[in-house]
């Protein structure tokens, strides 16, 4: 089976840097992708990480070591509509495609 | 371009009944997704196609069944609903099955009591 694991939730001040780890283990992998979703909208995309390494995008950053099934995502600068929930989610082989599989999503309240 | 959309946003079933979701996306993707959303669970995935045409089994199958006549529309149906399909569902499109992206639409949310 496949097995991705995030903390469930975390809190964080404006402004400040927040990490949000994601681990996984799974039977194959072809890529790893973060999504944001705000209560009662859909996900968003925000990053692709296929090879191990730093990948920036403005305020956020994606990270991925393939040897420790590891990535994470970096928030700098906080600001109040960062409050969310982050999907870390794996693409697998399965049944001669790639389908991505989603971890459960960490909740990131940032307050003033 | 509307993206991905869903039909429709909001449904009350009583158990046993039927009924289908209907997505479309009009970005030519040849991958679509339905997924289910609970509180606690993330996203687990109903069925998906790789084509039009084609359909399979994901992590979370029993209960529902889906078609790809079409390849912008991908129809999820609950043939007999049950309490334990209250969700809120959403679909997905990507390009390919290596596309860095998924495409989801707005969700449609469930009861069924």
């Known amino acids: 089976g496949q097995n991705i694991d995030q903390p469930t939730e975390m809190t964080a001040t404006e402004g400040a840097i927040v990490q949000i780890n994601c681990t996984y283990q799974?039977?194959?992998?072809?890529?790893l992708f973060w999504y944001q979703q705000h209560a009662g909208e859909a996900p968003t995309f925000l990053s692709y990480n296929v090879l191990d390494g730093l990948e920036e995008k403005g305020r956020f950053s994606s990270f991925l070591s393939r040897s420790k099934g590891y990535s994470y995502l970096l928030l700098k600068e906080l600001q109040m509509k960062d409050s969310a929930s982050y999907l870390c989610a794996v693409r697998v082989p399965a049944g001669g495609s790639y389908i991505p599989t989603f971890g459960r999503g960490t909740s990131l309240i940032v307050h003033p | 371009n509307a993206g991905v959309t869903q039909t429709p946003k909001f449904r009350v079933l009583k158990t046993g009944q039927s009924m289908t979701l209907l997505c479309a996306q009009d970005?030519?993707?040849?991958?679509m997704y339905w997924y289910r959303q609970d509180p606690g669970m993330g996203l687990r995935l109903i069925h998906y196609s790789v084509g039009e045409g084609t359909t399979a089994k994901g992590e979370v199958p029993d209960g529902y069944n889906v078609s790809r006549l079409k390849k912008q529309n991908f129809l999820l149906g609950l043939e007999s609903a049950a309490p334990s399909q209250t969700s809120v569902y959403f679909c997905?499109?990507?390009?390919?099955?290596?596309?860095?992206?998924?495409?989801f639409g707005p969700g449609t949310r469930l009861t069924v009591t």
């Open positions: 799974t039977s194959g992998f072809n890529g």
């Open positions: 970005m030519n993707h040849e991958y």
């Open positions: 997905a499109s990507s390009y390919s099955g290596l596309a860095a992206e998924q495409y």
